[in-house]
């Protein structure tokens, strides 16, 4: 059940089309489960819906004409698949009708220092997916960072083409925070977005997130019932 917020209709009514549900994205969705996340994102107007790639086509074809994206996570969540594997999701996924792409850095390569490996690693994709006018959001995965590392992710990820820095995948230690939005928009300005995601549990959360500077933010069903017992309130 739905509990109570003080968030305005108007602040929730700003939230709305930045929001990427997520709902469907689980090691137990079903088909079923893709196609609901799809017709909740619609109902409501959110920016996009993401599962995995073994869905993208129920997402195409639900959001074909709604305006709502459909988003394809590549090297997700571990981000360590080869760059030849992550080519062929991008060009797949291009082929197959997505609209938008999140793509998992290669977080053991920034660890290790081998700056060079994790820039030739996004730009691979970044040269696929922007050339056809999609937006890339390279995930950085905030909480296996220093805030040094973070800066340094986020510096990477701007130069090689990413349209987005996104904090987490929600799926490895950590989650999104004010401080690691703070460090992410301090490095990136306003020239590339950013996208909260990963621990955003309240309809509080997100719009916290969303005033700190991310212009995306992840969210799943707990905040999708906030954000509806707010609309519906007098």
């Known amino acids: 059940m739905a509990t109570a917020t003080f968030v305005s ?14 709902e469907a994205l689980t090691v137990t969705a079903t088909p079923d489960d893709a196609v609901l996340a799809c ?31 459909a988003q394809l996570p590549i090297g997700f969540p571990s981000g360590a698949v080869t760059s030849a594997t992550k080519r ?9 009708g997505a609209t938008d792409f999140d793509m998992a850095m290669n977080f053991g390569a920034l660890k290790a220092g081998e700056y060079s490996r994790v820039s030739d690693d996004i730009k ?12 890339l959001k390279v995930i950085i995965e905030v909480g296996v960072l220093t ?8 510096k990477i990820a ?20 004010m401080r690691a939005i703070a460090l992410i928009r301090n490095t ?16 509080e959360d997100a719009v916290a997130f969303m005033d700190a500077g991310a212009s995306v933010v992840a969210a799943r069903l707990p905040v999708v ?5 707010a609309l519906s309130a007098p």
Do not use: M, W
Not at 147 to 154: C, F, G, Q, R
């Open 188 to 203: 990136v300005g306003e020239r590339i977005g950013i996208k909260a995601s990963g621990g955003v549990a309240s309809l």
């Open 147 to 154: 805030d040094e590392e973070i800066v340094t992710a986020s």
């Open 39 to 69: 017709r909740t994102a619609v109902e409501h107007g959110f920016r996009a819906v993401v599962s995995f790639p073994c869905y993208l086509e129920i997402l195409v074809r639900e959001l074909s004409g709604t305006g709502v994206l």
């Open 158 to 177: 701007e130069d090689c083409g990413a349209t987005h820095v996104k904090t987490c995948t929600g799926f490895n230690p950590g989650r999104a925070t």
């Open 9 to 22: 209709q108007e602040r929730v009514q700003d939230l709305v089309p930045r929001i990427d549900y997520s």
């Open 124 to 135: 691979d994709v970044a040269g696929i997916v922007r050339a056809a006018g999609k937006p």
């Open 225 to 229: 019932q906030h954000l509806e017992a």
């Open 88 to 96: 062929a999701e991008a060009e797949e996924g291009l082929r197959i």
